[in-house]
């Protein structure tokens, strides 16, 4: 299967069901690289801030992917030798989620 369809879409693996995902909109970028910027402060504690970083939190075949993350240097360094992503999952994980969902939880919030 393609990694990405031609439309910006792409497979992911939910709970062992294929699914197509569409891409993230405008303002969901806009917002996650808010949120980086707003982080890069705790780069002086030997943190590293990322954006849409994989992570694999348990045993099995599905990894994830935050759209902001905040892990220990010393853990990306390690990164460097994995030849398959580790069981890990970083400290602070942000997901973006899109207004639309919101409106559905009852929410006036734009």
Known sequence: ?????ENGEHYELHDGE????PPP??????????????????EE???VVAEEQPYRPAVNYQYWT???LMRLRK??????????????CPPLII???PSCDRRKKGENTP
Do not use: C, G
């Open 95 to 97: 997901e973006v989620l």
């Open 75 to 88: 853990i990306e360094q390690a990164m460097m030798n994995w030849t398959e992503w580790e069981v890990y």
């Open 25 to 42: 909109r405008p303002r969901h970028k806009i917002i996650q690289a808010r949120l980086s910027r707003l982080l890069r402060f705790v």
């Open 1 to 5: 299967m393609p990694e990405q369809l």
């Open 18 to 21: 294929v699914v197509v995902v």
């Open 66 to 68: 935050a759209d902001v």
């Open 45 to 47: 504690f030997d943190f």
